[in-house]
């Protein structure tokens, strides 16, 4: 296991068996030694516990998952990895990797299958362009997910780690706080991978509570679809940027904004959770 990340045995690896890095897929494997202990030990690995893992590379971060944990299923979507990880992983009886892409993956289904009887956390080292997508279908899965670790670029994680209401918010950031909360754990440099990204990398944990927030099926479906209008033009004013995408007339947006006691020119970075939950159950009054 210690030879995954001897740089000179990652490449003999992949050179025996013609691997080559692939861009469209974001491959960057992790070769610092200090830092798979870390997300295993931070992100929930323990005994009685069962992780899911998004992307094995060549089975660095697996490995020291399934040295803590009862069980890694880890969900891989290059078929050239697969024999790759016969060899990593082979002295471990506690790891199944399956060949799929996790956006096609039911979560729910594959934890109801894999994990009887134990708590469930995610752990990965996530590609930079799927990053946001593949947290929101973790939490919108409303999975019996404890949490989910995950090595993503350092901006994205200043975002999804920001305070609602602050400049450094995005629709992503109000996502993961409907869900649960973020923290970063700590920062990864770009040299810790091969081959090297042009950017650092950190390390967040999403804590997840299903039952933060109790809206309705409608009720959430038109707050996240406020959220996302008012985040996409997140320079207007929110009269401005939702009467656009929700169809709403400016005067019924003015009208809600001063019930929930704003200016007609507020934006919607200036507005926390609470804020946009309340704003959201006003402006559906009007469909």
Do not use: W
């Not at 990340?5 to 897929?25: M, P, Q």
């Not at 039911?106 to 997508?133: H, K, M, Q």
């Amino acid at each position: 296991m210690d030879n995954l990340t001897n740089l000179s045995y990652v490449r003999k690896l992949l050179e025996e068996h013609n691997f080559s890095f692939s861009k469209g897929l974001g491959q960057n494997f992790l070769v610092n030694p200090a830092v798979c202990p870390k997300i295993a030990e931070m992100g929930n690995a323990a005994p009685g516990t069962g992780i899911i893992e998004i992307g094995t590379g060549i089975g660095t971060l697996t490995a020291e998952l399934a040295s803590r944990a009862d069980k890694v299923v880890a969900v891989e979507i290059d078929t050239r990895l697969l024999p790759i990880l016969e060899v990593t992983l082979k002295d471990f009886k506690n790891i199944k990797v399956i060949n799929q892409d996790i956006m096609n993956t039911d979560i729910r289904a594959l934890i109801e299958e894999e994990f009887s009887g134990l708590e469930v956390a995610v752990c990965a080292n996530l590609p930079y362009y799927l990053t946001s997508p593949i947290i929101m279908m973790l939490l919108e899965s409303r999975a019996p997910i404890r949490s989910v670790t995950v090595m993503v670029q350092k901006e994205a994680a200043d975002r999804l780690c920001a305070k609602v209401g602050t400049r450094e918010s995005g629709a992503i950031t109000v996502g993961v706080n409907y869900f649960g909360s973020a923290a970063k754990l700590f920062n990864v440099s770009r040299g810790s991978f091969v081959p090297s990204p042009n950017v650092d990398s950190a390390v967040i944990k999403i804590d997840i509570d299903n039952k933060k927030y109790s809206l309705s099926e409608k009720d959430e479906k038109f707050f996240f679809a406020m959220v996302k209008g008012a985040f996409s033009q997140r320079r207007k004013t929110l009269a401005n940027s939702l009467s656009s995408s929700l169809g709403l007339t400016k005067d019924n947006i003015y009208e809600a904004l001063e019930h929930c006691g704003h200016k007609p020119t507020t934006r919607v970075e200036e507005l926390d959770m609470d804020n946009l939950i309340n704003l959201a159950g006003e402006l559906i009054k009007y469909l």
